[in-house]
Structure formats: structure tokens, C-alpha cells
């Protein structure tokens, strides 16, 4: 592709990103599927380009507003070269030329755009501190009571490339050292995770999905914060568990391992798509204790014969997903105030659903990828203030049983609930809290 070219693909992938649900990650895939002709260093410069725009999305609208016109996905592909230093004014200019295969040639007024931007720096002395870190207005007045004169940080670290993070599967019982070299011998360097006793961590993003060791369902690709909060449901053999926001099944192939192929597994989902997902990550992984169920929303009447039946419950309930921001950078800007709002009254719902699934003495697990108080300390409290038979667990107990004990390192927190950040933890942010039910 020419450069001109490439430039005009990037506009592409932006409006289609901007006018779907979907994110960024899978319009990018579906938007090269039918591009065969791009080559692969085609597709990794537009990939990269089309990252660098939305990590700096808030930063470069920000400039586009000072210049008094109104961002959009090719204004930001223009501002993008002229902040990325891509050439001279004229040579931009040129890849903006009418011909076949490129964007049309720039207006008077994106002229005048690219002339006042060619002489500036992305990051200005007069931007707001949000800005700079790329977090909404709206989001920055949340977390600044919990972060703080930290928050400036805390937010830089959820816009940085996430780590490439791997899970082995417990079930093979593996050898994490071994494990290691094996990689090394298909060119993937890793290293221990710090806290999972499963993990490994490479720096980059690899590709693995074709190795004998993906396809043989020994590693699977999960974040380290992830795998803690599946160990802390404290899955064991002969077990009944539930998963009651199972998605596509990575937190339940922890807890299937660690039940080794015993008691029962019953993954739940709204999604008929995210459970075929899971079914194919299951069949790869070796379980057969796990039953995938489909529900209408957390008040089916199915799971009215399912209360008090399980040990243990994990909710990884839906929310704005800010903890993830690493890995779904465009997540930032698909939420509003308004949303938090519905958010929250749906974790409500689903927790007070969930509570009635948990045998007496049983447990139920509490994990979001939010770093909000209200979808994670607030909905706890909110949820024990409607149910007196349950209680708070200590999670550096749950966590030194779970955890510690298995290899994994030391609990990073002597709190009630536990909180994980990029910034501290190298992991997506997380919250997870364990709950027990009275036996009464």
C-alpha cells in the first residue's frame, strides 16, 4: 500500500469504529478481512497508527476545539501527522491527494488546521491534567477522591500498552520454568508473573495462536489481574460452582482447573456467542465439568431452581471497564455519566440475583474491571445492607489460601476488598471482594 493509502485506511477504520458498538480491536479485523491485498507491515502501520490516534484521542480533540472545528476521525488522522512529525506541511499535504486508493485532497480550512498544528507539541503546558493523562472530565471528578495528587499517574498507566499476559492451564498441572523454555524455543520470551502462581508475562504482543502449546490448549491468553480474582473464588474439586457473568470463559477455565475435572461448573451468560466462545476454550482446554446455560437477564426464571445450590458464585459483573483501558483504549470515550448510572442499578440486579444462588456457608465473589467506588466498594455495601446473612471476608486471607500457598506472591494489600491498578501492580485495574453466607 502506498502511504497515501495507508493514511486513507486509517480514516476508514476510525469511522467505522465511530459508527459501530464494536471495539477497536474488532473493527480493525473485520475492516482487514476484506483488504486480503494489505500486507502484513501494511496492517501493523496502520494498527500502530490507529492506536497512537486513540490513546491520544482526548489530547488531539482538545487542540481541535482550540482551533474552533469539531473533531473527526479524518481531522484527527491530520492532526495525528502533523503532532507525530510525519513529514513537512507539503509532503502531509501530498498524502491527501484524490487519487486512487487515498483520501481526498485537504480543504482551505484543513490547510489552515495543519499549518497552525505543524509548529505545536501533542502534550500543552495549558492542557488540563485529565487532558494530558487522557481521562473525561466526567471520570476525573470520580476518581479524584480516591486518587487524589496521584491521579494524573494513575490514569498515564492505564493509557500505556498493556503487557501480553499468559495463563497455563492448571488442569496439565504445570511447570511454569519449563513451560518458559518451551516458549523460548518458539521465539516467545517471558517472564514469572509476580503474583499468580499460572502466569507468564511477555513485554509485547505475541502471536501464539498458531504454537502447539495454544493449540493444545497448555496456555491460554489472560490478563495477571484476571487470574487472581478466578483464584480467589476458591474453586476445589467436588465443588458447585457458578459463573454467573461467564462471558467467554476465561475465569472459568481457572476454576475448572483447580476442580480438576470434579463437581460442577455452570457458566452463565446472556450472550449465546460469548457461551459458543467459551465452549470452544473449554473443549481446548480439556474440561468436561462445566455446563453452559443461557439466561434471558439475571431474573430468569431458571434460576429460580438453582438458589442455595452452589459453593461458590463469582459475579465478574458488566461495568465501564475503565480498569481496562490498557487493552480497549477506545472504551474510554464509549461511556457517560448517564451510563454509570444504569450500571449501577444493573450490578444491583444481578447481585441480588446472584446472592440467592449460594448454599449457606457457601461464598460469592464480587469482580469488576472498574476502578469506580460506586461500582465496586458501594455495590458491596449496598448489597450487605439488603442481606444480613452475608459478610465480608478478609481477602489477604482468601488470598494467602488461594494464592500464596500455591506459589503465587504475597497478598499487595491488608484491605477488606482487593483494588489492582496498572500504575502499582502492572495488571488491568481490578476490585474484587468475597462474600459469606451465614449458614443460618
Known amino acids: 500500500m502506498t502511504p497515501s493509502a495507508r493514511v486513507n485506511a486509517t480514516i476508514e477504520i476510525l469511522e467505522k469504529a465511530r459508527d459501530s458498538n464494536f471495539n477497536i480491536d474488532k473493527v480493525i479485523l473485520s475492516y482487514f478481512r476484506k483488504r486480503r491485498f494489505a500486507g502484513s507491515k501494511d496492517r501493523a502501520f496502520i494498527t500502530e497508527r490507529v492506536y497512537y490516534l486513540i490513546r491520544n484521542q482526548i489530547k488531539i480533540n482538545w487542540w481541535l476545539k482550540k482551533l474552533g472545528v469539531e473533531a473527526s476521525p479524518r481531522l484527527r488522522v491530520l492532526a495525528g501527522l502533523a503532532f507525530s512529525n510525519e513529514g513537512s506541511k507539503e509532503e502531509i499535504e501530498n498524502l ?167 463437581g460442577r461448573i455452570v457458566a452463565m451468560d446472556v450472550s449465546q456467542k460469548r457461551l459458543e466462545q467459551a465452549g470452544i476454550r473449554i473443549s481446548r482446554g480439556g474440561l468436561h465439568n462445566v455446563e453452559r446455560k443461557l439466561i434471558n437477564d439475571e431474573n430468569d426464571k431458571k434460576l429460580k431452581r438453582l438458589a442455595k445450590k452452589f459453593d461458590r458464585v463469582l459475579v465478574d459483573a458488566p461495568c465501564t471497564g475503565i480498569g ?63 442481606r444480613k446473612d452475608y459478610e465480608m471476608l478478609p481477602i489477604s486471607e482468601i488470598w494467602s489460601q488461594e494464592i500464596t500457598a500455591r506459589g503465587g506472591g504475597a497478598c499487595p494489600t491488608e484491605s477488606d476488598v482487593l483494588r489492582l491498578t496498572p500504575k502499582e501492580h502492572n495488571t488491568d485495574g481490578f476490585f474484587a471482594a468475597v462474600l459469606q453466607r451465614s449458614m443460618n
Open 324 to 386: 481496562t483501558w490498557r487493552r480497549d483504549p477506545d472504551t474510554r470515550l464509549r461511556y457517560s455519566a448517564a451510563d454509570l448510572e444504569n450500571m449501577i442499578s444493573l450490578q444491583d440486579q444481578i447481585l441480588t440475583s446472584a446472592a440467592r444462588l449460594t448454599k449457606p456457608g457457601g461464598r460469592l465473589i464480587y469482580v469488576t474491571c472498574s476502578l469506580f467506588l460506586e461500582e465496586n466498594e458501594d455495590r458491596i455495601a449496598a448489597l450487605l445492607s439488603r
Open 96 to 262: 491527501f491527494s484524490d487519487r486512487q486508493h487515498s483520501a481526498s485532497e485537504l480543504t482551505d480550512v484543513e490547510r489552515e488546521i495543519l499549518k497552525q498544528l505543524e509548529s505545536k507539541a501533542l502534550v500543552a503546558e495549558e492542557m488540563p491534567d485529565n487532558i494530558k493523562s487522557e481521562c473525561p472530565d466526567w471520570i476525573a471528578e470520580k476518581l479524584q477522591p480516591i486518587y487524589k495528587t496521584e491521579l494524573k499517574s494513575y490514569m498515564e498507566a492505564l493509557n500505556r500498552e498493556a503487557s501480553f499476559d499468559l495463563r497455563l492451564n492448571i488442569l496439565k498441572r504445570p511447570d511454569r520454568e519449563r513451560a518458559q523454555r518451551s516458549l523460548e524455543k518458539q521465539g516467545i520470551l517471558t517472564e514469572l508473573m509476580p503474583y499468580s502462581p499460572f502466569g507468564l508475562r511477555a513485554q509485547t504482543r505475541q502471536r501464539i495462536n498458531g504454537t502447539k502449546f495454544f493449540k493444545s490448549g497448555l496456555v491460554e491468553i489472560q490478563d495477571e489481574g484476571a487470574q487472581l480474582a478466578a483464584l480467589l473464588v476458591g474453586a476445589a474439586p467436588g465443588m458447585q460452582v457458578a459463573d454467573f457473568c461467564a462471558g467467554s470463559g476465561g475465569k472459568t477455565l481457572v476454576m475448572g482447573g483447580l476442580m480438576q475435572n470434579t
